[in-house]
């Protein structure tokens, strides 16, 4: 197929670019105490919250900027992005939301109205640096399921945030995690009781508004004994020329018999085609089986941000518990990603499954790098890896990292990779029935995507498909 | 239907037809014979356009315009359709989705109603049944693990649903048993109507039994070297292609 | 007696005020001695070597004796067979490959200022012998093999080792495989109480159309790591098996980068590991296709049986692509015996030991039955079933 044909069908206008004028509460730029203390004081913290802002913030002081991903970018210079800004007037309830971002909501497709509540998805929706609106939190409390902003949380389910927050990850994991400990803004806090299998969907909306901010969003996510939940997020913001930093942390928490579902559709501005702009993804999710024969499942689908930077894993402590990392990441334009998973085993009779798809189009560099850690005390540990590429044109680059650590002699670990371009004849037998080649590389790209796209809930299939074609979007030749 | 007139193509350096001339009328089943490397399956791939061949000089005159230049996928939504001598595989794509969507660009193309799934699946299962194929075929990945039976018999299916005007049938019987070969034949003659043409590739006669072809060509150093009625069947199976010089 | 810490040091102190500044000793000190956090030797954790106080050699070049193999006594070469030309001279830095991952390349290079060469004059098969009678002793050499276009060259490697613990021998190969031409290459060490440790870090280049087989067996319980870069060019072909046979408390393994710089060039990498006892395997293989090797094809597999209570494999078989005209794909795996084979062989009145004895030794005669060389193949089987019974014999299996 003629290269430019390709380019054109992979490189679709980034849709969701617009830009909401609204009020907002910006502090200037810049990172010191000053900052933190402000943050904390926005958010009306207790005393032992503003604590540990400040003792992780000594310690990132005393850390470096990691550089062993296969990634290329400018430096970041951390003093020149505000660290928190809001929309004035915060809500108490939707009709107080400021209508220009219930119409930014309503573009990007997220269900915080009335209508699209009926659909029975409960979303938190996170604009800048707080939360606007979380949607069906009274049904919820009927169940003693607790979905509400992680700043609520503080105020209100302190117990369960000082014994939890830092568990997974803690503090000084990483320079970015270490960062976000001492800045962030919000984010979301799920609880689901003892034995309570949360009655819907819960779905939290990342919007980056503003200029020069960056967004510091903080989820935990505790899944109490035989309990289960399924947990969505969505992101996007507008198009602008200037990276913006994006520093996430993510913690999940199962107990005995309880399992958490977690997808992620990821649609960061990508940036254009030379690199300009985009945002600089750098996420740090992990996940702990802490239980016997829990059970955390990750799946993602990335297809934006300039640079991504983010191994959700699973920590499998608990006996027989079950770790699963479903992925696909298509890089194009001049996108980077360095995406992957880590899977831990460390209690008896654990398993895990990794599967990723790589897409890599125009200039993007799609790189794969997991890690399967076999500890002597899991005996008996199963884990299965297939990790594969498609390549699109001849500028792209597809790169496959997987590491394997094994002490357990009695356990199974296997690993397949294999890397390829859409193959002429594919396309040929296609178009040969009348099919455009636009849709028939769509075609053959979402048959790639298959085995991902299977795990996620039926609505967020419908738009991860939705989302890849328009990624891949262009004319035909 | 079809008027091919000098054609010449090449795959890679190889010159393989050199000035071929062949008028394929509407409704009658034209039958290409010929040794190997003649350039049959060159042929059937220059007329659908595909990548492997360059065609260099001619013509092939469909429906009032020639359509060397036509993408592949134009040239199948006016009606050209090919069965592959060996149907690629292609996993993680749904059959049936393929089928739909394949089905549903034609009827677009002729300006009508798309079908919805359900529709869809009707018409699939009566011409499932007619072919003896199982429906789990449908919940499959296209061709792939398909036996030679199997992916011969989807070939046909697909002819079957997106109704072409000319049909090329490359080795259609190659490797299939007979009772896969009689549910073949009674597929292509249920396709006859007094309109369409077809082409049919073949080394051997056991095909033609089943069908009745109008005309047999022979395809021999890159040209066609003689065309007759269906007895010159028998001669060729006896005597073999030597004897067969320009005319 | 020299430390190889005080060594960098030095180096480190005298390039600061060198006015020509030499580019090998610059790329050593870029890269540095090996610690925890460099890449290569994360796995082989060599750090004690690097402090160690060794005795060091002096090297005189003497007349040659002849003998049915090339003889290598602590560096110094004795002996060679007729038809084969084995000298010194000194090593060229033109010649070193700057693009080399590993310090102890560089490293090898500058302390050993000349390098043994060993021309290979038309279709020959040669033996070398290192031999390593110190110990304590820092021993170190480069060799650099020289064949010619359009002829067909093996080299089988052997190692006799007599009282060298706690010595270090860092050697290496500096091989051009010439157009048209193809190198045979069969790694065959034992290495155990009376071993010193072993880097062997090589540099080799596949011109066109030229074809490479690499084969190294590796048994033992003392510590080694062999390390290769090679570069492809257009329609070279390279085939590497290598075969890990561990016990005790070692840590020992392949790290590896294969450049496809050319069209059309093919690798074919294999490991196959068996560790036993408390032993780590190190497989860290990387396959580089850059963008000018359009039609390449490569395939890397790793498949490893843990038999020991504590063993450890590390297994990173790694693909990094800039082009999409290609054909790769790897895999890996780590497990144990497969119980249903052993069940069936069970089933059919063979003891466990034996049935183990059976799957295990035709998993590792998938490698060792590849060797051409009759005899060759011979010797290493021998040598591992040597191995396997004292393993076997001492954990009271057989």
Redesign the interface.
Known sequence: MENNTLDKAVSADYQLGFEVDIETDTIEAGLDEETIRFISAKKEEPLWMLEIRLKAFKKWQKMSEPHWA?LNYEPIDYQSISYFSAPKNAPDSLDEVDPKILEAYKKLGIPLDEQKQLQGIAVDAVFDSVSVKTTYSEELQKHGVIFCSISEAIQDHPELVKKYMFSVVPMTDNYFAALNSAVFTDGTFVYIPKGVRCPMELSTYFRINALNTGQFERTLIIADEGSYVSYNEGCSAPTRDEHQLHAAVVELITMKDAEIKYSTIQNWYPGDEDGKGGIYNFVTKRGLCKGDNSKISWTQVETGSAITWKYPSCVLKGDNSVGEFYSVAVTTLAQQADTGTKMIHLGKNTSSTIVSKGISAMKGQNIYRGLVK?A?SATNARNHSECD?L????Q??????????????????????????I????L??????????E??VS??V??????VFSQLPMEYAVEAKALLNLTLEGSVG | MLTIKNLHANIGDNKILQGLDLTLEAGKVHVIMGPNGAGKSTLSKAIVGHYDVEVTEGSIDYKGKDIVKLPAEERALEGIFMSFQNPTEIPGVNNAYFLRTALNAKLKHEGKEELNAAEFLRVMREKLSSLEMKTDMLSRSLNEGFSGGEKKRNEILQMLILKPDVIILDEIDSGLDIDALKAVAEGINSMQDGKRTFLVITHYRRLLDYLTPDYIHVLKNGKILKTAGVELVDKLEEEGYDWIKAE | MMKLTDLQNKLQNEFQIAESKSELVEKFLDLGLPNKKSEAYRYANMDKLFDQEFETLEYNAKELAYSDKILIVNGEVISMPKGIRVYYANTDEQNINLEHYDPLYFLGHLLSKKSIIIEIDGDSEVDILHRITKASTLIHYRIVIKTQVNKHASIYEHFEFDNAHESLLLYGYDVDVQKDSTLTFVKNQHSDEDAPTIIASHDIKVEKQASLTLQSFDFGNAPALQLFNIVLEEHAHVDMGQLLYLWGNVKRGTISKIIHRGESSHSVQEAKNILEGSARGIFDAIIKVEHSAKYTKTQQNSKTILLGEATYMVAKPQLEIYIDELEASHGSTIGQLDIEQLFYLRSRGITEVEARKLLIVAFANKLIGTIRDKRQEELINQNFEKAFYAQNQKTNLL
Do not use: W
């Not at chain 1, 390549?391 to 001849?394: F, K, P, S, V, Y």
């Not at chain 1, 680059?397 to 371009?421: C, M, R, V, W």
């Not at chain 1, 193959?423 to 594919?426: A, G």
């Open positions: 296969h076999v002597k590429s390549l699109i044109g001849d792209c680059g597809a790169h496959t990292f997987p590491y394997l650590e094994s002490k357990d002699n009695q356990g199974q670990i296997e690993h397949e990779a294999s890397t390829s371009k193959s002429d004849e594919q040929f037998y296609l178009r040969q029935r009348g099919i455009s080649e849709d028939a075609m053959i979402h048959g790639f995507c298959k085995e």
